[in-house]
Protein backbone atom coordinates (compact mmCIF):
# COMPACT_ATOMS: atom_id res chain seq x y z
CA UNK A 1 0.00 0.00 0.00
CA UNK A 2 2.37 2.55 1.00
CA UNK A 3 5.88 1.04 -0.02
CA UNK A 4 4.16 0.24 -3.64
CA UNK A 5 5.68 2.47 -6.40
CA UNK A 6 2.77 0.96 -9.19
CA UNK A 7 0.93 3.51 -11.18
CA UNK A 8 -2.18 2.56 -12.46
CA UNK A 9 -3.64 4.34 -15.97
CA UNK A 10 -6.09 6.68 -15.18
CA UNK A 11 -8.52 5.21 -17.61
CA UNK A 12 -8.02 1.88 -15.55
CA UNK A 13 -8.87 3.35 -12.46
CA UNK A 14 -12.17 5.86 -13.86
CA UNK A 15 -12.72 1.80 -15.42
CA UNK A 16 -12.88 0.72 -11.42
CA UNK A 17 -14.40 3.53 -10.28
CA UNK A 18 -17.56 3.45 -12.49
CA UNK A 19 -17.90 -0.80 -11.80
CA UNK A 20 -18.72 0.64 -8.13
CA UNK A 21 -21.58 3.56 -9.47
CA UNK A 22 -22.61 0.45 -11.52
CA UNK A 23 -24.29 -0.67 -8.75
CA UNK A 24 -26.74 2.11 -8.51
CA UNK A 25 -27.64 1.65 -12.09
CA UNK A 26 -31.22 2.73 -11.53
CA UNK A 27 -30.66 6.40 -9.95
CA UNK A 28 -27.19 7.00 -12.63
CA UNK A 29 -30.00 6.78 -15.29
CA UNK A 30 -32.05 9.64 -13.75
CA UNK A 31 -28.92 11.59 -13.56
CA UNK A 32 -27.99 10.63 -17.34
CA UNK A 33 -30.93 11.97 -18.32
CA UNK A 34 -30.71 14.87 -16.36
CA UNK A 35 -27.09 15.34 -18.01
CA UNK A 36 -28.47 15.29 -21.22
CA UNK A 37 -31.47 17.85 -20.82
CA UNK A 38 -28.55 20.24 -19.39
CA UNK A 39 -26.70 19.54 -22.37
CA UNK A 40 -29.49 20.11 -24.63
CA UNK A 41 -30.59 23.16 -22.50
CA UNK A 42 -27.10 24.52 -23.04
CA UNK A 43 -27.69 24.02 -26.96
CA UNK A 44 -31.11 25.60 -26.83
CA UNK A 45 -30.32 28.79 -25.25
CA UNK A 46 -27.00 29.49 -27.36
CA UNK A 47 -29.34 29.26 -30.50
CA UNK A 48 -31.75 31.54 -28.50
CA UNK A 49 -29.31 34.63 -28.97
CA UNK A 50 -29.25 34.72 -32.65
CA UNK A 51 -33.41 35.73 -32.73
CA UNK A 52 -33.18 37.60 -29.36
CA UNK A 53 -30.16 40.24 -30.74
CA UNK A 54 -32.08 40.33 -33.93
CA UNK A 55 -35.27 40.15 -33.11
CA UNK A 56 -35.31 42.69 -29.96
CA UNK A 57 -32.56 45.14 -31.45
CA UNK A 58 -32.73 45.33 -35.19
CA UNK A 59 -35.42 44.45 -36.53
CA UNK A 60 -37.57 45.24 -33.48
CA UNK A 61 -39.98 42.16 -34.20
CA UNK A 62 -42.98 42.09 -31.27
CA UNK A 63 -43.90 38.77 -31.62
CA UNK A 64 -39.99 37.72 -30.85
CA UNK A 65 -39.84 39.73 -27.78
CA UNK A 66 -42.98 38.05 -26.86
CA UNK A 67 -41.75 34.65 -26.93
CA UNK A 68 -38.13 34.77 -26.30
CA UNK A 69 -38.53 35.93 -23.07
CA UNK A 70 -40.95 32.94 -22.28
CA UNK A 71 -38.60 30.70 -24.05
CA UNK A 72 -35.54 31.67 -21.69
CA UNK A 73 -37.53 31.38 -18.23
CA UNK A 74 -39.14 27.81 -19.74
CA UNK A 75 -35.21 26.62 -20.74
CA UNK A 76 -33.97 27.82 -16.93
CA UNK A 77 -36.75 26.59 -15.19
CA UNK A 78 -36.21 22.85 -17.17
CA UNK A 79 -32.23 23.56 -16.46
CA UNK A 80 -32.59 24.36 -12.72
CA UNK A 81 -34.64 21.38 -12.73
CA UNK A 82 -32.20 18.83 -14.40
CA UNK A 83 -29.32 20.04 -12.59
CA UNK A 84 -31.05 19.28 -9.27
CA UNK A 85 -31.88 15.84 -10.21
CA UNK A 86 -28.48 15.36 -11.56
CA UNK A 87 -26.84 16.85 -8.16
CA UNK A 88 -29.06 14.65 -5.71
CA UNK A 89 -28.46 11.41 -7.81
CA UNK A 90 -24.55 12.24 -7.77
CA UNK A 91 -24.50 13.04 -4.47
CA UNK A 92 -26.42 9.82 -3.05
CA UNK A 93 -24.32 7.64 -5.85
CA UNK A 94 -20.84 9.91 -3.99
CA UNK A 95 -22.25 8.77 -0.75
CA UNK A 96 -22.57 5.12 -1.70
CA UNK A 97 -19.17 4.70 -3.33
CA UNK A 98 -17.83 6.31 0.00
CA UNK A 99 -19.28 4.02 2.33
CA UNK A 100 -18.63 0.92 -0.11
CA UNK A 101 -14.46 2.16 -0.51
CA UNK A 102 -14.53 2.95 3.12
CA UNK A 103 -16.29 -0.31 4.59
CA UNK A 104 -13.31 -2.26 1.87
CA UNK A 105 -10.21 -0.32 3.22
CA UNK A 106 -10.63 -0.95 6.67
CA UNK A 107 -11.32 -4.51 5.51
CA UNK A 108 -8.18 -4.78 3.98
CA UNK A 109 -6.52 -3.38 7.02
CA UNK A 110 -7.41 -6.26 9.14
CA UNK A 111 -5.48 -8.83 6.89
CA UNK A 112 -2.66 -6.44 6.70
CA UNK A 113 0.61 -8.00 8.62
CA UNK A 114 2.05 -6.20 11.88
CA UNK A 115 5.05 -5.10 9.67
CA UNK A 116 2.77 -2.82 7.37
CA UNK A 117 1.73 -0.98 10.55
CA UNK A 118 5.13 -0.14 11.18
CA UNK A 119 5.98 0.84 7.42
CA UNK A 120 2.96 3.34 7.75
CA UNK A 121 1.68 6.10 10.10
CA UNK A 122 -1.49 5.57 11.78
CA UNK A 123 -1.94 8.85 10.68
CA UNK A 124 -1.89 8.62 6.84
CA UNK A 125 -4.01 5.31 7.27
CA UNK A 126 -6.58 7.39 9.02
CA UNK A 127 -6.75 9.98 6.21
CA UNK A 128 -7.05 7.10 3.40
CA UNK A 129 -9.87 6.54 4.97
CA UNK A 130 -11.18 9.61 6.06
CA UNK A 131 -10.10 12.07 3.08
CA UNK A 132 -8.76 9.93 0.57
CA UNK A 133 -11.61 7.36 0.09
CA UNK A 134 -13.78 10.48 0.12
CA UNK A 135 -12.14 12.53 -2.27
CA UNK A 136 -11.74 9.12 -4.86
CA UNK A 137 -15.26 8.36 -4.37
CA UNK A 138 -17.03 11.88 -5.23
CA UNK A 139 -14.41 11.70 -8.12
CA UNK A 140 -16.12 9.01 -9.82
CA UNK A 141 -19.15 10.54 -9.69
CA UNK A 142 -18.04 13.93 -10.80
CA UNK A 143 -15.97 11.88 -13.67
CA UNK A 144 -19.55 10.73 -15.34
CA UNK A 145 -21.31 13.76 -14.73
CA UNK A 146 -18.51 16.09 -16.44
CA UNK A 147 -17.91 13.56 -19.56
CA UNK A 148 -21.89 13.10 -20.07
CA UNK A 149 -22.97 16.82 -19.61
CA UNK A 150 -19.72 17.59 -21.45
CA UNK A 151 -20.39 15.46 -24.13
CA UNK A 152 -24.36 16.44 -25.14
CA UNK A 153 -23.38 20.10 -24.32
CA UNK A 154 -20.77 20.04 -26.98
CA UNK A 155 -22.69 18.37 -29.40
CA UNK A 156 -25.55 21.21 -28.98
CA UNK A 157 -23.01 23.42 -29.11
CA UNK A 158 -21.56 21.94 -32.14
CA UNK A 159 -24.67 21.77 -34.23
CA UNK A 160 -25.45 25.74 -33.71
CA UNK A 161 -22.10 26.84 -34.63
CA UNK A 162 -22.21 24.70 -37.90
CA UNK A 163 -25.38 26.25 -38.36
CA UNK A 164 -24.11 30.22 -37.28
CA UNK A 165 -20.60 29.65 -39.30
CA UNK A 166 -19.08 26.49 -40.38
CA UNK A 167 -15.47 27.88 -41.14
CA UNK A 168 -15.18 29.35 -37.53
CA UNK A 169 -16.35 26.08 -35.94
CA UNK A 170 -13.83 24.07 -38.30
CA UNK A 171 -10.86 26.62 -37.02
CA UNK A 172 -12.39 26.04 -33.54
CA UNK A 173 -11.96 22.21 -34.03
CA UNK A 174 -8.60 22.71 -35.53
CA UNK A 175 -7.06 24.19 -32.16
CA UNK A 176 -8.96 22.54 -29.71
CA UNK A 177 -6.16 19.50 -29.69
CA UNK A 178 -3.54 22.16 -28.73
CA UNK A 179 -5.72 23.57 -26.05
CA UNK A 180 -6.05 19.72 -24.72
CA UNK A 181 -3.19 19.37 -24.63
CA UNK A 182 -1.78 22.25 -22.66
CA UNK A 183 -4.70 21.08 -19.90
CA UNK A 184 -3.69 17.91 -19.88
CA UNK A 185 0.23 18.63 -19.03
CA UNK A 186 -1.76 21.35 -16.65
CA UNK A 187 -4.04 18.93 -15.46
CA UNK A 188 -0.90 15.96 -14.52
CA UNK A 189 0.55 18.63 -12.60
CA UNK A 190 -2.35 19.30 -10.41
CA UNK A 191 -2.55 15.63 -9.52
CA UNK A 192 0.94 15.29 -8.65
CA UNK A 193 0.86 18.87 -6.39
CA UNK A 194 -2.50 17.09 -4.75
CA UNK A 195 -0.35 13.76 -4.22
CA UNK A 196 2.18 16.13 -2.43
CA UNK A 197 -0.28 17.72 -0.41
CA UNK A 198 -1.83 14.70 1.21
CA UNK A 199 1.63 13.26 1.66
CA UNK A 200 2.45 16.50 3.31
CA UNK A 201 -0.80 16.70 5.32
CA UNK A 202 -0.30 13.34 6.83
CA UNK A 203 3.83 13.75 7.50
CA UNK A 204 2.74 17.36 9.49
CA UNK A 205 -0.33 15.09 11.52
CA UNK A 206 1.84 12.13 12.33
CA UNK A 207 4.55 14.37 13.88
CA UNK A 208 1.70 16.18 15.21
CA UNK A 209 0.81 13.29 17.25
CA UNK A 210 3.95 11.74 17.79
CA UNK A 211 5.21 14.89 19.88
CA UNK A 212 1.45 14.80 22.20
CA UNK A 213 1.36 11.09 22.43
CA UNK A 214 4.86 11.24 24.21
CA UNK A 215 4.98 14.59 25.67
CA UNK A 216 5.58 12.98 29.06
CA UNK A 217 8.91 11.60 27.41
CA UNK A 218 9.41 15.10 25.10
CA UNK A 219 9.74 16.87 28.70
CA UNK A 220 11.81 14.72 30.51
CA UNK A 221 14.65 14.09 27.76
CA UNK A 222 14.18 18.40 26.96
CA UNK A 223 12.99 17.36 23.83
CA UNK A 224 10.70 20.32 22.96
CA UNK A 225 13.18 22.14 20.55
CA UNK A 226 13.51 19.45 18.86
CA UNK A 227 9.83 18.11 17.96
CA UNK A 228 9.03 21.93 17.47
CA UNK A 229 11.70 22.20 14.40
CA UNK A 230 10.87 18.75 13.23
CA UNK A 231 7.16 19.64 12.95
CA UNK A 232 8.25 23.38 11.38
CA UNK A 233 10.24 21.20 8.69
CA UNK A 234 7.16 19.44 7.81
CA UNK A 235 4.89 22.61 8.16
CA UNK A 236 7.57 24.73 5.90
CA UNK A 237 7.34 21.73 3.29
CA UNK A 238 3.42 21.70 3.57
CA UNK A 239 3.63 25.23 2.60
CA UNK A 240 5.79 25.26 0.15
CA UNK A 241 4.08 23.38 -1.98
Do not use: C
Request: hydrophobic share 55%.
Amino acid sequence: MAGSSTKRPAAAVYRRLLGYTRRHWLLALFAVFGMIIEGAAAGAFTWLMEPMINGTFVTQDAAVMRWVPIAIIVLFVVRGLAGYVVDVGMARIGGAVVFALRREVLAKYQLLPIAAFDREPAAMMVQRLSYTADQVARASADALKIIVTDVFTLVALLVVMLRASATLTLTILILTPVIAGIIGVVGRRYRRLNHKVQDATSGLAHAAEQSLHNIEAVKIYDGGDQEVARFEGHARASEQL
